[in-house]
């Protein structure tokens, strides 16, 4: 008898339903019995809210539209286990919970935090001698995961984003005046997907103008000035930005708009976004016209747009995580290694989790250029191979089909 | 000797170079010599920005790309003509770069102020007596047009919101707290747009819970307790906003923030958008989590994402204006009739431009809920047949390929 239970946690991506469905068609393979899922991630396990996968996934078509299907399809948590000592009760209630259901393996979907959670597992399973094997399966869209070449959800995203940039560069041309587009990405740390609009450029398109990434300090003044020397150049002028770029105080550039536009219950400032403050500089220094663009959260989970190459590769992690943990590993992550750059090729490797878990992958400073308003080829080279190939959407009377959970409480 | 001239005017759409294809193809096959394009509308006109359009489109794969190229191919315009009277010399400059190229008939790819210029080229051709030809070719993805069943660009704007919002909602459910998003979409005056996002409702999906049109006067504090409503019975919630509604003083809802983001050089308010004033009166008032996600000039370039029967109708509207030219007709524009709902077919009509240009098209009351949060089938069921079928975009190392205009200018 070998069951298996499986979690998503943190933000989503376009691809974290395809690393669901390799832990749940990896682990029916290999002989798993029952597959379940926690529903909103380990908060759904502690209040025994709890699915068998199989009876949602009935057949094949089911199985192709998880992976085409954006959000977590588990629903998802922002739960952070608290340190063991002092909360044994909080983690014997957990295996309490895994030992009834029978699990032999414990997989979990996610970015830093949720390696966190596989860590603390592992070591609690380690103190009180429990044969569950912890597997962590990582996925985020703003790939700064250490020790992985990249996480799953990073190469969906980034062809999302790199697609619609080129249609806003396009766009952008079509009149005969002055424009200036400010793009604002994700990204509150790591400048990985601001990147990505640099692949934007090509025989058809003319990319983007200025780049900045929140590894570079942000210097308003010389934004301004950077502007300046791109308008005397270009009609259009197109700027990338991540949300997260701050000034040299430490602010973010968006908590510097004198005005919020709502203070809510709790005393939260509603900001105004990072791009809306800069179109509205530039328009006050230059009179020209602006728009600011948020891609929001587009970005992860415009499954309409998903890169293959993730897709496969998201699949991949998670059946290499069932593998991993049938061959008796534990605390441990799947990363993906990069074997060779050109012919591009992936292998998964298991990694122990210890050395993944809290760190944080910035973009290197090495792979920005000087002036800090662009990236270097290293970096486009390095994303390129993670946007490649296409699969399309199911479209079923015109709109990209779906599979939602039908919340079927087993426990 | 017969030369034909083409541009597009106003705000693009992902399917105006197809009407622009729909041009230069059937004017090539009923045998014109040169299509000429004007660059950036009837401005490039007057300038003597025009391009030989054969010299742009060399191929095959120029033409398949054109279709799938957002923004307009040859630039656009804002410019209106002015009143005849009085500015005879601006017409006659006109008439005789028309005469200089033996222009034998001229179309224009645009909306309602493109229409204008349609009507008032064609009435100050027949006082002077002049032979050339003026067909309008209808495009905005507003949907505003009077007399068409419906404008090409619609369509495809239609199925990119609809597309987006199904995504929107799957990732608003992923945790499980209370999220209201709040969808900002284009349409000043008329609310077509918005009521696509009606569309994203099916077996696969929830549907946005309260959709607020322009046609409708909005009441900040009766949306405020339609949230509330709609937040008792589920844990999130999405709305779908155009931007263009106003409350009984005639104010639009962005208006209504107390701060501005910014004053630019020229004195105009940098207005906090609608969605995002909205998104903060309700978190300030219920103390839930808030996301306002504006849709932008996304769902007029969003050309990776094309409904088949748009790019099929935006192409037949600019070949049956030729061939309206072809036989004779003059001061037409080329309208779109539906000859049966199920299955649906329209056909192209030619119309008489007088009464079609700056007549606005708006939503019919009748096809709006009482309670002004909703719209009746009736709105679904004329918008659904323009978002079938799909052409994909050709991509090329992981991204869609366009073509640009190499602005050659042959005068």
New interface residues.
């Given amino acids: 008898m070998k069951n298996v239970i499986v979690g998503q946690s943190g ?2 991506t376009a691809v974290i339903n395809s690393s669901l469905l390799g832990v749940y068609k990896t682990a029916r393979d290999r002989g798993a019995d029952i597959v379940y899922g926690m529903v ?1 991630g380990v ?1 759904g396990l502690l209040d025994g809210d709890i699915v068998n996968l199989s009876e949602s996934l009935k057949n094949d078509i089911d199985m192709d ?1 998880l992976k085409r ?4 399809f588990l ?4 739960y952070k286990l608290p340190d063991i000592d002092g909360n044994e009760k909080t983690y014997d209630k957990i295996f309490a919970k895994l030992e009834e259901l029978e699990i032999y393996a414990f997989f979990y979907i996610g970015g830093n935090d949720s390696m966190d959670t596989i860590m603390r597992l592992t070591d609690y399973a380690k103190r009180i001698k429990s044969p569950v094997k912890f597997i962590g399966v990582p996925k985020t869209i703003d790939n700064d995961l250490a020790i992985t070449d990249h996480t799953p959800g990073f190469g969906s995203a980034a ?1 999302y984003i ?3 940039t ?3 560069i ?2 952008g ?4 005046y002055p424009v200036v ?1 400010v793009i604002e990405v994700m990204g509150r740390n790591a400048g990985w997907l601001t990147a990505a609009t640099a ?2 450029k ?1 025989e ?2 003319e990319g983007v103008d200025l780049i900045y990434l929140p590894e570079v300090v942000f210097d308003v003044d010389k934004f301004i000035a950077d502007v300046g020397v791109m308008l005397k150049q270009n009609r259009s002028v197109v700027i990338a930005v991540s949300e997260g770029v701050k000034v040299a105080d430490g602010r973010y550039v968006c908590e510097l ?1 004198e ?8 005393g ?1 400032k ?1 900001l ?1 976004g990072t791009a ?2 800069l ?3 530039v ?5 020209v016209k602006t ?4 891609l ?3 970005q ?6 998903q ?1 293959r190459v993730d897709v496969t590769e998201a699949y991949n992690v998670g059946g290499a995580a069932v593998k991993a943990a049938f061959e008796g590993l534990s605390g441990q992550v799947i990363t993906l290694k990069r074997v060779s750059d050109d012919p591009y090729m992936c292998i998964t490797e298991p990694a122990d989790v210890h050395l993944i878990a809290n760190v944080e992958k910035k973009v290197p400073v090495e792979w920005i250029t000087e002036d800090g308003t662009g990236v270097k080829p290293e970096l486009t080279h390095y994303i ?1 191979p993670l ?4 699969i ?1 959407p199911l ?1 079923v ?8 959970l039908g919340f079927t409480k087993t426990k």
Same sequence: chains 1, 2.
């Fill in positions: 933000g989503p909103h908060k539209l299907t954006p959000s977590s629903g998802s948590c922002r062809k790199a697609a619609t080129k249609e806003i396009r766009d041309l079509v009149y005969d587009s692949l934007a090509g058809d398109c708009a005005h919020v536009d709502y203070v809510d219950a709790f939260h509603q105004a809306r403050y179109a509205g500089r328009a006050a220094n230059y009179g728009r600011a663009i948020e929001s959260s587009l992860r989970c415009a499954s309409h747009i890169a390129f946007i490649q190939a296409e399309a479209w009377e015109g709109l990209p089909r779906h599979i939602k």
